[in-house]
């Protein structure tokens, strides 16, 4: 991690139609840095981490990265800047979201044919490095539909970073995998942060989030309840909100009872 | 021989003007339609509003009446076209109609996912519509595809109205001349079933072909 400010985002706020989505996020990400962010359901990460590729606009504030600075409202970014942006951000899907009619060497090999004008042959070899890293070259040509979902996670891993990014985002990477097939996802995030990839990772995974994370950022009810060093905001956070939502997650059977005891009450109340 | 028989040279010769004039307006229709279809999708409102009310009068107005309308009706106004010509505008106006509701439901077809995955890769939106959506469009574009040139095939045979020589012309020509209504006729069905059973095997090739993936 360094002192190079890579994602600066002041003050943004995003609304969808009138629901507020968050507001007022602030966040600075270092070059190299890993950022987890956490919170419960709806609390607006997928959200944020899409403002910063801007798969989405955002209604306030500014947001600054990799030497653009984007301002929200309605002005259009202009085409060239939001190319430049989806060149040099990588992003791998809740869905994993492969196209289905390629096969896994094709999804690798199609952005940086067609947008970085690479050679087939040059792209087709940086691909199966890729494969090879991630363990599946001999599922080159497959389809998605035949992989698993962990295997079709780790292929959408290698589209990303065929593009060679200088960031990453990742949305809740691993929620859609049957629990055996975490790992191997995981691990292959685990490489590119000790490789130096800056990324911002929206995981439910606090023991994964603690390990590689320098930072963690709790999003809650719209705003960033905390965030600090991983290790001291998922030991003793100090927010209460940040202490609710971490003794829910990191204590299932209190969550559990706090569900039952929630639930006795209300249908007590409606009798 | 029986005297129907003398009908198969003409028959032949009809059978090409169908087969041709239903090519040429299937493909002049699909690109139209991809055209108008992305304008009834992304275009400004006012297109899609006109776009919109193109496919209801299309669908809603029985296809004699477009016809005669092209034929007859531009006539009066001193604009007058040939029969192969009427009948080229026709089948095109009307395919159009019906060809931009089979690439619009194809297009919606395609998840938001994709397109946000090719976005996020930086492509554009012209190469994200060519090598993304359209590709995984056109599988479920191929069914309703077929069965509409299909439907362009049995349009021809009401050409015959305005004097376009083709199978069906023939036939009526025929039973005219010889009062041999049940040959003649049978002969013309099997002459159009023949070429709707081609039609749906192209259909059907090409639907396995662009399917495989899945
Ligand atoms: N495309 C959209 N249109 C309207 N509302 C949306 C859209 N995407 C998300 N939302 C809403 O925004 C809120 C935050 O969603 P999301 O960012 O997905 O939360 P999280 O990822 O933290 O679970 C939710 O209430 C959700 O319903
Ligand atoms: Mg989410």
């Keep these: 991690m360094s002192n190079d400010v890579v994602v600066s985002a002041r003050n943004m706020t995003k609304r969808f139609g009138n629901t507020l989505v968050f507001k007022d996020v602030s966040l600075d990400v270092h070059k190299s840095e890993v950022v987890a962010i956490v919170g419960p359901s709806g609390a607006g990460k997928s959200t944020f981490i899409r403002c910063i590729n801007r798969l989405h606009p955002f209604d306030e504030g500014t947001l600054e990265l990799l030497g653009h ?14 190319q430049d942006i989806h060149t040099r951000v990588g992003m791998v899907f809740q869905t994993f ?9 094709e999804n690798i090999m199609l952005a940086p044919m067609e947008v970085k004008k690479m050679p087939r042959a ?11 890293m991630v363990g599946l070259p001999h599922k080159r040509d497959i389809y998605p539909k035949r992989l698993s979902g962990g295997e079709q996670q780790r292929v959408a891993i290698c589209r990303a970073l065929a593009m060679e990014p200088e960031i990453m985002l990742f949305d809740e990477p691993t929620s859609m995998l049957d629990p055996e097939l975490v790992g191997e996802v995981l691990g292959a995030i685990q490489r590119l942060a000790r490789e130096g990839m800056t990324m911002l990772l929206v995981t439910h995974e606090m023991a994964f989030a603690k390990e590689v994370a320098d930072t963690v950022v709790i999003m809650a009810d719209h705003e960033i309840a905390e965030m ?10 100090k927010t209460e909100r940040a202490q609710q939502f971490l003794s829910r997650v990191l204590k299932p059977e209190q969550a559990a009872d706090d569900f039952v005891a929630a639930r006795t009450a209300s249908q007590g109340g409606d009798r | 021989m029986h005297v129907a028989l003398h009908y198969l040279g003409v028959y032949g010769v009809g059978a090409l003007k169908d087969i041709a004039l239903t090519i040429v307006s299937t493909i002049l229709s699909i690109i139209l339609g991809v055209l108008a279809a992305a304008g009834r999708l992304y ?11 193109y496919v209801e009068i299309i669908r809603g107005l029985p296809a004699i009446l477009q016809l005669f309308i092209i034929y007859f009706g531009f006539d009066q106004i001193g604009i007058h076209f040939s029969p192969l010509m009427a009948a ?13 509701e089979i690439f619009r439901a194809g297009l919606m077809d395609v998840a938001q996912g994709q397109r946000e995955a090719s976005a996020a890769l930086g492509l554009s939106p012209s190469t994200t519509m060519r090598k993304i959506v359209f590709p995984q469009a056109l599988v479920a574009m191929l ?9 362009q095939l049995k349009n021809t045979t009401l050409l015959y109205l305005v004097g376009f020589a083709d199978v069906m012309y023939e036939a009526r020509l025929g039973v005219d001349a010889t009062n041999q209504a049940g040959p003649l006729y049978v002969m013309a069905a ?25």
Excluded: D
Excluded at chain 1, 228 to 237: K, T
């Design chain 1, 69 to 82: 600075r984007l301002t929200g409202g309605k002005a259009k970014v202009p085409r060239a800047v939001l």
């Design chain 1, 97 to 105: 979201n492969l196209f289905p009619h390629l096969t896994v060497i």
């Design chain 1, 122 to 132: 040059e792209a087709r070899e940086r691909a199966m490095a890729l494969l090879e």
């Design chain 1, 228 to 237: 600090g060093p991983a290790c001291e905001v998922l030991e003793s956070p």
């Design chain 2, 43 to 53: 275009g400004p409102k006012a297109l899609q509003i006109a776009i919109a009310w």
């Design chain 2, 88 to 100: 080229l505008i026709w089948l095109v106006a009307y395919g159009v109609g019906y060809a931009v």
């Design chain 2, 143 to 151: 069914p309703p595809l077929t069965s509409f040139v299909v439907l």
């Design chain 2, 190 to 214: 099997v002459v159009y079933l023949i070429i709707s059973l081609v039609i749906g095997r192209i259909g059907m090739r090409m639907e396995r072909r662009a399917a495989a993936y899945r």
